[in-house]
């Protein structure tokens, strides 16, 4: 192919701080262009057994060879494609503690053929496959002689232990560790001493493999306290992972057949779970095909959905973030889930449904699936009591029409004991007014699996409530309006 011009390209980082190359973006997939004089070098160590088994554990970027011209440069590689980028800001301290681990296993192996790398900061890794921290800088790999080897300890110590150990022993400073570490560049040892009163040293000026170990060994011992939240048992090992795509077309739970039968329709190549908790439905998308970004601000649960991924039997697209979904989007797909979320940013946080409508259709660039609780916090009943009179499912749909070019109301069989939830599917992502969006009414039938089940509605008329029992007629008791029903099949 002809020579890519690079004034043409989308440049990654800081020129001249990469002492091998430049990394560039093209056709979503990430490049390094190496500087002529590099060629021999790079050559040589991607030739390397070491750095071979470094790419196939997954603490290495996977890179090869490519066919890209870039003029003035000497040859060009291909990296592994990280589908979405997530820096400490928004890692949980779990993958923060094995970002460290990775870093300094790399090190470790490294020293044995006389390299390291040149510098130990968070921008270096990333989340691979099942959330593994990667490391993504080739170019930070060198010989021990053209560097200060103690200068990447003091990095990982700043980067990574001073924060880490500001999370273990002070849980309520997690996001200000967090923030600390990637906006300031880490906490220097005076102000980790001025903050603590402490002092990590780990540094053996002689002889760094053993500063590596013994950080290594700190980490290794390492424990987070517990965070009691509301939601930090909320998803089960064995419900998160108990993902049989024909069990869940034929089970009594329509609510995740229907989710199941959205990812099937649209197939999509990226989703965003929002408050993902444990990572259910995050895990499913990824199953299904989809590089998913699973996100949720309770720490607690976020921890738990990456230990999920990290013992998850087969590889998974899934990346893991801790962030406020009502903040600015950090990654965008083009399906959104918004599950089991909406009432708690209405009720308990006071947001309107417009500027949560606004911000779920600001992640996706197709569809959202969102769900509406006509009972609000309460399962059977509502709760807080009475509900607020702008909380009401026409309220919620009129706050999605200006996003969308079609909504579809879903409704699905539950038990009595279960709690009232209605799906709402949005796509044909637009900027209209709202005035052409189509709106329908979708029903999931009653199976073998649910044939005692209920439904529950909410009468498009009269805006009443009414339950439905097996073999009943289809009608509300307050307008006797008959719906007229679309058939949603799962």
């Not at 903050?195 to 290594?216: H, I, M, V, W």
Request: proline share 5%; aromatic share 10%; net charge negative.
């Amino acid at each position: 192919m002809a020579s890519l011009k690079p004034k043409d390209l989308k440049w990654i980082g800081t020129r001249f701080l990469d002492p091998i190359g430049r990394v560039f973006a093209h056709e979503g997939e990430y490049y390094r262009a190496i500087y002529p004089n590099q060629v021999p070098y790079v050559n040589q160590l991607l030739g390397m057994d070491v750095i071979k088994s470094l790419m196939i554990e997954g603490l290495l970027v996977e890179t090869r060879s490519s066919k890209l011209e870039v003029e003035g440069y000497g040859m060009v590689l291909k990296h592994q494609t990280i589908p979405y980028i997530t820096y400490a800001e928004v890692w949980n301290r779990k993958l923060f503690r094995d970002a460290a681990l990775c870093g300094i296993d790399l090190n470790l192996a490294l020293l044995e053929h006389g390299l390291g790398t040149i510098d130990f900061h968070t921008n270096n890794i990333l989340q691979g496959q099942n959330c593994q921290p990667v490391w993504i800088d080739l170019g930070s790999i060198s010989p021990l002689n053209a560097f200060d080897i103690n200068g990447p300890v003091t990095e990982l110590t700043n980067n990574f232990l001073h924060p880490l150990f500001l999370m273990s022993q002070r849980k309520h400073l997690t996001h200000i560790a967090r923030f600390l570490a990637y906006q300031l560049g880490g906490i220097t040892a005076e102000q980790f001493r001025d903050l603590t009163g402490a002092t990590l040293e780990f540094a053996d000026k002689s002889n760094p493999r053993n500063s590596y170990l013994a950080a290594r060994e700190w980490l290794e011992s390492l424990e987070f306290p517990k965070l009691s939240t509301m939601w930090d048992e909320y998803q089960a090992v064995e419900y998160v992972h108990d993902l049989d795509r024909e069990s869940m077309r034929t089970s009594y739970d329509k609510r995740t057949a229907v989710i199941h039968k959205v990812l099937e329709e649209y197939k999509p190549q990226r989703v965003v779970d929002l408050s993902c908790n444990a990572g259910r439905f995050s895990f499913l998308a990824a199953t299904m095909g989809a590089d998913t970004y699973a996100v949720d601000l309770d720490e607690e649960a976020v921890d738990r959905m990456y230990d999920y991924a990290r013992e998850f039997p087969n590889p998974l697209s899934v990346t893991a973030a801790v962030h406020d979904v009502m903040k600015a989007p950090r990654a965008v797909g083009d399906l959104v889930l918004g599950l089991a979320l909406t009432h708690h940013l209405s009720l308990s946080q006071h947001h309107r449904f417009e500027n949560i409508a606004e911000r779920f259709a600001a992640y996706t660039t197709n569809v959202l699936l969102t769900e509406f609780m006509p009972y609000g916090l309460g399962s059977t009943k509502p709760h807080p009591d009475p509900l607020p009179a702008g909380y009401a499912l026409q309220k919620f749909v009129e706050a999605h029409r200006p996003h969308f070019g079609q909504l579809e109301i879903i409704y699905f069989p539950s038990t009595l004991a279960g709690s009232f939830r209605i799906l709402v599917l949005c796509s044909k992502r637009s900027m209209s007014s709202g005035a052409d969006t189509q709106i329908k009414i979708s029903l999931v039938e009653r199976d073998k699996a649910t044939e005692t089940f209920i439904y529950r509605f909410i009468c498009p008329s009269c805006q009443q409530l009414f339950v439905n029992n097996p073999g009943e007629t289809i009608q509300c008791p307050h307008c006797q309006t008959t719906p007229n029903f679309t058939a949603f099949k799962v």
